[in-house]
């Protein structure tokens, strides 16, 4: 019998490739990616798909049909039943408990964008709160539509200063699709605005929002060397705002972490000793020692991935790297055999819980 193959187009691919990494929680760009994708779709149970040919299909192609006993193989092990399935899904772009990562009409800007580009907002208010009760991956495709276009504009802060205030906003394109590559025009821009939109100080919920739109800002002007005004914002969360410790403990683990790892970078930025600092690191390796059993898979991605980018972009030795690795060496156990041994700043794209990130890759 003659095995038939099938034709594939740029869509249909690099979405395919999307949700099988996004199945896998890490990204498909190397041969150790491929080999342990095609021990899982073994071990699980899919069938056998060669390292080779993964590495042909999502690293390096060049043209060449796949089987379809592969293609059924790869959309089984994200959910479908066989390859037509998948492809009626994305072509449709149905939102039924699916998030369509790639983006089909890429060159042809939506109607959304043209509102956002002409500053007609109004249709877009009654759009938002119209989505209020739609599944959470119609919401999150939105979300993604909104970023697209944003992206494109050269000011993107009338559109912020228009819709700070809308939860759909809030909740989907500020929270849930934060960019921690800043790629927006005066991205830092829309934080400025959130927090000055917490009202209510004593609750749980603002102390949240606080903590989040101030850390976010901070690592962003860290990393970018505006030290000055890092200075500024780690002055205002870890000097001036008076924060208690047990609230703290009650915040969602997303904002709560990058608290804790990114008072080690304002130690280094106001000049304290290495043996502060060092105890400092000390202390926050003792803390994931503690909570590591009580938190969830993301939650374990979130910490690891906080911390890692912070001890990498420090002054820490080595030493301090591995010892945060070993902590979580369960999760890399999951991962291509090789990036437990690499240097901690390989692992940092295996560990990305950032949701924005798993649809819009920084590259």
């Known amino acids: ?49 060669s390292e080779t040919t993964l590495y042909r299909l999502f690293v390096n192609y060049n043209g060449n049909n796949p089987y379809k006993h592969t293609l059924n193989i790869l959309v089984n092990y994200i959910g479908f039943d066989v390859w037509q399935d998948f492809i009626d899904a994305i072509e449709s772009n149905s939102y039924s408990n699916r998030i369509i990562i790639s ?89 400025k605005l959130y927090i000055d939109e917490i009202k209510n100080n004593d609750s749980l919920e603002s102390l949240q929002d606080f903590v989040f739109s101030q850390s976010v800002l901070f690592r962003y002007y860290f990393l970018s060397k505006n030290l000055q005004e890092a200075l500024v914002i780690g002055k205002k969360i870890f000097v001036t705002t008076d924060i208690n410790l047990d609230d703290l403990e009650s915040i969602f683990i997303f904002p709560h972490i990058r608290f804790k790892a990114y008072r080690l970078w304002f130690l280094e930025l106001t000049q304290k000793a ?32 906080t911390l890692a980018e912070v001890f990498c972009q420090s002054s820490l030795s080595i030493d301090f790297h591995w010892q945060l690795k070993l902590i979580f060496k369960e999760e ?32």
Do not use: W
């Open 103 to 191: 983006n089909k009409n890429q060159n042809n800007d939506t109607l959304l964008y043209h509102c956002i580009v002409n500053e007609t907002y109004k249709p877009l208010q009654d759009y938002f709160e119209s989505i209020q009760n739609k599944e959470y991956s119609f919401k999150v495709n939105v979300a993604l539509e909104v970023y697209d276009s944003l992206i494109k504009i050269r000011k993107p802060e009338l559109f912020f200063k228009e819709f700070t205030k809308n939860k759909f906003v809030k909740e989907f394109v500020l929270e849930d699709g934060f960019d921690p590559a800043f790629r927006i025009t005066n991205y830092d821009f829309a934080y």
């Open 1 to 49: 019998m003659i095995k038939s193959k099938l034709a594939l187009n740029t869509y249909t691919l690099s979405e395919l490739k999307s949700q099988v990494a996004l199945k896998l929680s890490f990204p498909i760009s190397g041969k150790s990616d491929c080999k342990k994708l095609s021990e899982i779709l073994l071990e699980e149970g899919y069938g056998s798909i």
């Open 274 to 305: 290495q043996f502060i600092i060092e105890d400092y690191a000390y202390e926050i390796l003792d803390y994931c020692k503690a909570i590591y059993k009580n938190l969830d898979a993301i939650g374990k991605k979130i910490v690891f991935h």
């Open 332 to 363: 890399f156990s999951k991962l291509p055999q090789s990036i437990f041994e690499k240097p901690l700043h390989n692992s940092l794209p295996y560990f990305s819980a950032n949701g924005l990130l798993l649809y819009r890759p920084a590259i």
